[in-house]
Structures are given as structure tokens and as C-alpha cells.
């Protein structure tokens, strides 16, 4: 089956794999994550009965989309902010680029955002001339770096701390000394300070948007959103309209979810819900608030078998437990989103057909599920994938072949004994002492692994011998 | 009371290890079950199913349940087989107004080996000897659609002279995932690696689970790495085989 998988895929996962700093980076993040995240779940008091509720309240959300949209969009005008809708990434994107001129920015301070990245804000900014601070420090190291973020809420993760600390030597203009992680911060400080108290505008996205309210919820570990919006005079919000809640009382359970799911904190350093732009008497604040609700196949998605994805509240759990992700690391899955909820966003955001080795590329052990604070059932919805894969004609001859011709002999009972003795007998030939080395259309099995000498005779036929007695 | 239990023995099993469906009659016999081998058994459908081939899937499903649903309860010595029948044949036939029931009715009535013993029979070996260490890694399917986790110990805990020792990161997926090992076989190889680095951790002589395709998985990286532990499924050791030839090893 080695016309299996997509170069592209197979390459980056090759890549992946022969990266032993990666593994180190991953293992450092991810394995601290799984730790804490255990310890933060054994003491919380029925964490089952809290995944139910946070569940429920996104499916009664996403069941009603448009009415709590128009909610907040009304509760967001009232408050003094503007909202705009976008269909698409494109159109997003022209939303802010308009509203960014009109305000006549030369830089914009952006606040890491997931959404942000679906939709190639960096690149929009970039095309336009526009300059771009991170607020967010991983964000920097990214934007250092010329990279994508590797995960989705530790954009660098895959960078060891000896990395970053080579990169700010090559790129920042008085760059740390002393070989720690407190110098390593001053020396990013330094470089961004001026940076972002000067932008004329501020980028951040959102963990939730309160609908009887209009405000906007986010959550940091650096008060990075806080420096997009407090200093510049326009602040934007770009938001997926999945991220709606329908008042405050929701939004707190899904907090007490989202924290503990992704680095086992019981609540991330900076918590800030904001509503509109400065009021008079506020002491500071932008003057202008746009809100923009992005929906890019996401109306789709839900009328498409795809709603339960909707859910999704952007913790990394799945992908910090995931024994692929953990092995490959973010990039090697190609999309903005890795792991396994990547592996079933990325085919609906950019197309199956090029990206049907992330359904695959799953052994549906389950645990993605099991750690989801939604309930997310991830592995079904990757198994839809594979299946829409199969139905569209996309799979590879060899595997529709193969597969064909054993469900048609395993539907025979009769020829499936014979067939399976004649295999058998085959098979035992390229064995020595209990084992097989090596064996023709299973190299991907005994390249790394030896294969057990199948028994002489099958179950059935002893079994049926033995009756007979 | 004698319990009349159908066995699903599994392609695998059929084909690599038959001594594991001997030791699952030999130890449902022992729990006073009165065992057959239905013989319109194949395959599950477990391969088509999770490659995404629904129509091939369906097919199996039927041959199966219509092989399968004459009897009592249905056995099955794997996790991941019987967690097919149980939880994912009704999905296969939600549209399906025929079949739906009969599919049910299947999936109520199949357990897995060794929680049917535990659970259904109330039995656990006696007089089982076997001085040995042994460490358990729980499968994936078995752990998280049937709930197997504790069945397994309590039956090889009345083993006499047998002791346990932990795997670390028991609960881990080995890598395995069916056709995947295949698709994408050097991310399989460095999950299984770490596995079987851990197995060897822990000092233990037997490496124990409760599927075969896994533990072939990681009997096979044990072995290619020249690891002294040797692989049984636990129903093997439960029955009082523990004693024969282990995985790869010559009859």
C-alpha cells in the first residue's frame, strides 16, 4: 500500500519523525499538559456531569445559531461596537484591511488567534502593507521564525526553549545574555514594548461571545489580547459565529472547561469580558469596537453531518493526548488546525481530496473523545471522513482493491476457509523459527516489526477436525 | 444453569492464533458455559468499517448477525470485534428499519471473553498456577467502547503465583489502529517503539492483552528489538495455557 498516503503528507510526517528536537519540544509541552490536565481533573468535582452541561450548551447554541447571532449582534450595537458579517476567509479578511485603512494604520498589535490564522490574517496584513506586532510571545517566535503555529494554543510548541533563545540572538536588537527563560522574556519585552503601545490598531479573537450582553470574552496566560485592545484607538475582534454563548452564566462552566482541558490551570491568567468601545468617564479602551463574525463553512458544516465539530472550544486536549500528534507534532498535518480536531476541520476548510491522509492518519483509539470537555466523538467524525473519501472515488486503487476482494471472499464462508488455508500455507513459508522478517505487500509491517508465523491450520479447521472425533 | 454461548472467534485469531479461541471455549467451559462455533462466521467487517467502505461493511455485518443471532450470547476474544458489534453495527443500520433490530438485538447479547466471564459468570480461574510476572496493556476499543479494564485483572489476579506489574502508559494506544500500522507504518513504528520501551520498563516476563492485533503489534517491536518478553493474550493465562508457546514462538 505504498501509494497509499500523499507525499505531501508522508513527507512532512517523515520530516517530522527524523526530528528528534521536535520530539523533545512536543514531549516537553504536550506531556506537562497531560499531567496537569489529569491532576486538574481528579480534583474537579464530577467532571463528567460538567462535560454533559458544556456540551449541551453548545449543541442548544449551534441548534439555534441564528437567533442568539442576532442577539448579539443587537446587545454588541447597543454596547457602541459595530459588527460585520463575513461569508467567507476572504471576506473576513477584506472587513479588517477596510476597517484598518479607514482608521489609516501603519501597524496593527494582534493578539493570537486561532481564527485569525484560518482565515491568513498575517498574510492579508502583510499584502497590505501593514505592519504586525504579536502580542502574544509564542506569536513572535512564529513571526520571528517566518512559521506557522504548531498547535493551537502554544503556537511555538514545537521550538525548544535553546531555539527561541538562538532566535532572539539572530533577530531581536539587544537580545538576552544570560541564558534564562526570564532573560529570554525581557529580551522580547524590549523588542515589543514600544512596538505595541504605538499600533493604531488592535487584532484579537475570542473564546466567547456573550449574546444577551455583546461582550466578548477572552482568555490569556500573558495579557497579550489586553495590549491589542486597551492602547490602539481601534480594536478589531474577528470571531467564528460557533463561539456564541447565550449569557454569562454559560460562559463560566464553558471557562471552567477550557481552562483545566488545556494546561490543567483552573483558570488562565487573564479572564477579560469587554463590551464596546471606551464609554465617557472610561479611563481608557479603544474608541472604535468591529466585531467581526466569521462563519467560513461553518453553516455548512453544521448542515453537513458536521455540527457535533461545532462544539469544539479550541482547548488542545485532543491534541496533546494524541499518540500521532504526539509522534509528528502540529505542521506535519498541513492545515491551521492539527491533531484531532484538525484532522476534521482541515477537509472541510480546505478540501478533502488533498487532505484525506488526516482521517487516515488515526489508529481510533478514542482517547481524543474521551479527553474532549464537549464530547466531541472525533474518531466518528474522522470515520465519516474516510467514508466520504471512499464514496467520492478519492481512496487508492490498491486499497479499494484489496478491500474489495477480501470482504468479497469473507461474504463466502466456504472459499474464505479455503482461501485462508492457502494463505496460511503461503505465509508460513517465509517464516524461521515462529517469525517472518520480511513479507511481500506488508513491508510497512515488517520494516519495523517481525510478524508471528501464522498457526499451520486455522481455528476453524482444527475446530472442525476435533468435532469429528 | 448452563449458559449456551455462541463464539465469534475473529478472522485473526482464526488465522494467526487458534489457540486463543481454544483457550476462551476451554475457559467458558470451565464457567459452565456450553460453547459453539457457528460456521457462518468470517470477518466482522471491522477493516471495511473504519477504511470508510460502508457497502462492504454492511455485507459482513449482515453474514454476521444473521450467523450470530440464534444463540444466547454471543463471545468474542477481542475488544475491538466486539466492540464492533456492540456499538457500531446499530449505527451501521440507524436507516436500515430491517435490520436495525436484528442488529441490536446482536449488539445487546456479545460480549467480549473475559468481561462475560467476570461479569456475566461470576467465575474466576481455580487452580490456574503459573509462576511468572506478567504486565497488561489495555486496548484501545476494549477500554473505551466496552469499558474493559478491571475484568482482565480480576481474572488473572486468581492466578496462582502470577504477579502483576504496571505498564506505564497502560491505557496508551500501542500504535496498532488495524490498517494503519500498514498506511502509515513509521508513525506506528515510533508509537510502538515507545510501548514497547515501556514493557520492557517494567521488568515483567509477559507482555498481556486482550487483542490480538495489538499484541501481535507489539510482540512483533518486542521481538525486532531483541526483547526477552513474551506476548500472550490474557484469556490464554486465564484458561491455564500459560504454559505453551507464546506468541512467535514455535509450537
Known amino acids: 500500500m505504498s501509494d497509499f498516503t500523499t507525499p505531501s503528507f508522508l513527507n512532512r510526517a517523515d520530516a517530522a519523525l527524523a526530528d528528534p528536537i521536535l520530539k523533545i519540544a512536543v514531549e516537553r509541552t504536550a506531556g506537562t499538559a497531560e499531567a496537569k490536565r489529569a491532576i486538574a481533573i481528579d480534583a474537579f468535582p464530577d467532571f463528567e456531569a460538567a462535560r454533559t452541561r458544556a456540551a449541551a450548551i453548545k449543541d442548544h447554541v449551534i441548534a439555534h445559531l441564528g437567533p442568539y447571532l442576532e442577539q448579539f449582534e443587537a446587545s454588541a450595537i447597543a454596547a457602541g461596537a459595530q459588527v460585520h458579517w463575513a461569508q467567507t476567509a476572504d471576506e473576513a479578511c477584506q472587513i479588517v484591511m477596510n476597517i484598518c485603512k479607514a482608521a489609516g494604520a501603519k501597524s496593527v498589535a494582534r493578539s493570537k488567534s486561532m481564527l485569525g490564522e484560518e482565515i491568513g490574517l498575517p498574510h492579508a496584513l502583510e499584502e497590505a502593507g501593514i505592519g504586525r506586532v504579536e502580542t502574544d510571545l509564542a506569536e513572535h517566535i512564529i513571526q520571528l521564525a517566518d512559521e506557522r503555529p504548531s498547535h493551537i494554543i502554544w503556537p511555538a510548541m514545537h521550538k525548544t526553549r535553546e531555539q527561541v533563545s538562538a532566535l532572539f540572538k ?184 488533498s487532505n484525506r491522509d488526516l482521517a487516515h492518519a488515526c489508529t481510533l483509539n478514542g482517547k481524543c473523545q474521551e479527553v474532549c470537555p464537549v464530547k466531541i466523538p472525533l474518531p466518528t467524525l474522522l470515520k465519516g471522513w474516510r467514508e466520504k473519501s471512499w464514496r467520492e472515488g478519492l481512496e487508492p486503487t490498491s486499497m479499494r482493491a484489496g478491500l474489495g476482494l477480501w470482504a468479497w471472499v469473507a461474504t463466502r464462508p466456504a472459499l474464505y476457509r479455503l482461501g485462508t488455508g492457502l494463505a496460511i500455507r503461503a505465509i508460513r513459508l517465509l517464516g524461521r523459527k515462529g517469525w517472518i522478517a520480511s513479507l511481500p505487500l506488508a513491508g510497512g509491517w515488517t520494516r519495523y516489526r517481525d510478524l508471528p508465523k501464522p498457526a499451520a491450520q486455522s481455528f476453524m479447521t482444527q475446530y472442525q477436525r476435533e468435532q469429528r472425533k | 444453569m448452563t449458559r449456551n454461548v455462541a463464539l465469534f472467534v475473529t478472522c485473526l485469531v482464526d488465522i494467526m492464533r487458534p489457540r486463543i479461541g481454544f483457550a476462551a471455549i476451554r475457559a467458558l467451559e470451565a464457567a459452565g458455559c456450553e460453547v459453539v462455533v457457528p460456521q457462518g462466521q468470517t470477518c466482522c467487517g471491522q ?205
Open chain 2, 47 to 251: 477493516p471495511a468499517l473504519n477504511s470508510g467502505d460502508r457497502d462492504h461493511a454492511v455485507a459482513l455485518a449482515k453474514q454476521t448477525i444473521a450467523a450470530l443471532e440464534p444463540y444466547e450470547a454471543i463471545v468474542v476474544p477481542s475488544g475491538s470485534c466486539a466492540g464492533t458489534i456492540r456499538c457500531h453495527y446499530p449505527e451501521l443500520f440507524e436507516q436500515d428499519a430491517t435490520w436495525l433490530p436484528r442488529a441490536q438485538a446482536v449488539a445487546a447479547k456479545t460480549f467480549e471473553v473475559m468481561a462475560y466471564l467476570d461479569e456475566v459468570c461470576g467465575w474466576k480461574p481455580d487452580g490456574v498456577r503459573l509462576p511468572a510476572t506478567a504486565t497488561y496493556h489495555d486496548s484501545c476499543s476494549g477500554l473505551r467502547e466496552l469499558g474493559i479494564k478491571a475484568q482482565p485483572r480480576r481474572l488473572l489476579n486468581a492466578i496462582d503465583g502470577l504477579s502483576m506489574s504496571p505498564l506505564s502508559g497502560a491505557e496508551t494506544c500501542c500504535g496498532f489502529g488495524g490498517t494503519f500500522c500498514v498506511k502509515y507504518p513509521a508513525i506506528s513504528n515510533a508509537i510502538v517503539g515507545e510501548k514497547a520501551a515501556a514493557i520492557d520498563a517494567t521488568g515483567a516476563n509477559l507482555l498481556l492483552a486482550g487483542d490480538l492485533g495489538c499484541l501481535m503489534n507489539m510482540a512483533g517491536k518486542l521481538h525486532r528489538d531483541g526483547s526477552k518478553v513474551r506476548a500472550f493474550h490474557a484469556i490464554e493465562l486465564i484458561a491455564g495455557m500459560g504454559d505453551g508457546p507464546a506468541i512467535g514462538e514455535e509450537a
Open chain 1, 170 to 353: 539572530a533577530k531581536h536588537r539587544t537580545p538576552h545574555e544570560e541564558e534564562t527563560i526570564a532573560a529570554m522574556a525581557q529580551s522580547a519585552r524590549r523588542e515589543l514594548r514600544a512596538k505595541m503601545l504605538g499600533a493604531d490598531v488592535g487584532i484579537s479573537g475570542a473564546n466567547f461571545l456573550i449574546a444577551d450582553t455583546g461582550a466578548v470574552c477572552t482568555v490569556t496566560n500573558e495579557g497579550n489580547a489586553e495590549l491589542s485592545l486597551v492602547p490602539p484607538r481601534v480594536h478589531i475582534v474577528t470571531a467564528g459565529i460557533e463561539k456564541i454563548v447565550p449569557s454569562m452564566p454559560h460562559a463560566i462552566p464553558m471557562l471552567r472547561m477550557l481552562a483545566r482541558s488545556a494546561t490543567g490551570a483552573a483558570l488562565t491568567q487573564y479572564t477579560t469580558f469587554y463590551t464596546g468601545p471606551r464609554r465617557s468617564g472610561d479611563r481608557d479602551g479603544p474608541e472604535e469596537m468591529h466585531i467581526v463574525l466569521v462563519d467560513n463553512g461553518r453553516t455548512k458544516m453544521r448542515e453537513e453531518g458536521l455540527a457535533d465539530m461545532l462544539r469544539c472550544i479550541r482547548c488542545g486536549a485532543c491534541m496533546n493526548h494524541c499518540v500521532v500528534f504526539r509522534q509528528i507534532g502540529g505542521h506535519a498535518y498541513g492545515g491551521t488546525y492539527p491533531g484531532p480536531m484538525g484532522a476534521v476541520l482541515t477537509p472541510a476548510l480546505d478540501g478533502l481530496a
